[in-house]
């Protein structure tokens, strides 16, 4: 076992264990390689013609001839401070933060539906560093690119998790410090034993392809609307070496198995906790208040009283441990006074930045247990029954979490969804920009940030208590939303769980 978890009484332990039989299945596979009816221009595979009857059309997102547009005559790009080197043919990304991303657009002033092909592969070829978040997003609710949030919600799979394998290429993807095969009790993806023998194409690959890699990710594993998408976006770096990205479509069959190919199985869709970025119900508002100087906590209390607003607290547990901060029984007396406190990580790093899984793990876990031990909110911990079925199930009440810095990749997401049962991961519509303006001489800029996004239709902010200033600006913020109509709630009320507090 490579964790130490908290033991609980064998009769608790029985109680627990029904919760836990699910991860004791060992699901099938989505897919399986099957029948190749397309591939694309540059490979020279010799493999039975396409059946006809099967001939869904597929899609050229992104051949990288253009700098500035795909092929579909969309922006490319990234959003973030991402150096790029492009030449006709590619676009090589030198991250060194997983805030990074690079995003190949469909249209972006309408809503693009990916109805017709939702029955594809997202295929991708690419060089270089495979640890990287694959994102499909969706557009906004209004399809409309001024308005907040912008893009919507991704979903996202492991690039490592969904290559094709060559075999001269390595069994062992290198990645974290296990592999989600044997953790599902299942050897790892093994050489197909049917196709050890395949010499199809003389066990040979193209030379030009000798060091690309390719991606296939059936769409079906990208959980959101499809009917308004707006980009493919590769994110989450956790590493700095570079990748040269070649060729991004969707196609309708995965290659032929071959010798070739011959390590290539589709792995499970993995669970991604779910991703908040605004408010459900109508006219509502909610603010998540981060960590802040423990100064500052009285001020905030007070501010709250007056208004006789709720909010929700995602709270960094060293703080809660540490008595000389008061935290615990500042948000002890917020729980009171019916305020939601919620995970907010143990000591606030980037977490996709973190190089292996136990590293994820371990702020999951301590943040969990500090909230339950400080604040008594409710978790149960499974027992661990073997350590590959090991799960800890939480309360609704617990299943809150921000991410430190608002960074969130597909490992974190993926390890939040391990822990927690259906997790709720809150970033935002609204930024107050305390990070950028509170220590400036233009402090009210954060104002300005507040009343733009949510003229835009933002209705789910960030802020901090880290400075007097903007703890005074609560005030504003709040009276502002009020003056709109609009009921401010915490953030579990206006998600409309059914588990949170009446209004
Ligand atoms: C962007 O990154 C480059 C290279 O790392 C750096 O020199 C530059 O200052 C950065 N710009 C911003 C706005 O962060
Ligand atoms: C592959 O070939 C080897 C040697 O020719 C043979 O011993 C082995 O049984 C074959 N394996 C399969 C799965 O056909
Ligand atoms: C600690 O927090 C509690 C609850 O808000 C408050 O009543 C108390 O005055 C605080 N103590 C200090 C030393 O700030
Ligand atoms: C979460 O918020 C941060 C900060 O605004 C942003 O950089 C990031 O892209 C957001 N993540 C997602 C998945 O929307
Ligand atoms: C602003 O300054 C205060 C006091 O030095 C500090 O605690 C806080 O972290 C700073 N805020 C930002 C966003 O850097
Ligand atoms: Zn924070």
Redesign the pocket.
Known sequence: MRHSFPLITPVLALILILPTARSLFIRPFDQRPYEQQHWFETRQDTLPDPDPSKSATSLIIDTFQNPLHNDLGFWHGTGENLTLHHEPGFMRLFPNDPDQNFHTQFNTHECFSLIPWEDQYLHVVFEGNEEFTVSLNEHNAECNPARSPFPGVPDSVQASRYIMRTRSGSLDNGDDDWDDSSKLGRPKMPVKDGFKNDTRDGGHQHPAWATRTELFIPLSHFRINKNRVVSVSFTGFYTDEPITLYRVEFVPHVPHPSASNNYFTIPEKLPTGKLILRCSRPNSFAFGIDDGQ??Y??QV?RILDEENVRVTFFAVATGLRDRST??T??Y???MRKGHQVALHSNTHPKMESLPTLHEIDDEIVQSIRTLRDQLNIGCTFNPPITAWALTLTVSSTARYFRPPFGTVGVRLRQRLAQYIDDPYIVNWSVDVEDWLWENTTTPERQLGAFYRDVARGGNLAVMHYLNPITAGYLRHFIRHVKGLGLNVMRVDQCLEDPNSPAL
């Open positions: 423990p100064q906590a009285q209390m008061n935290f029984n500042f002890r007396e917020m």
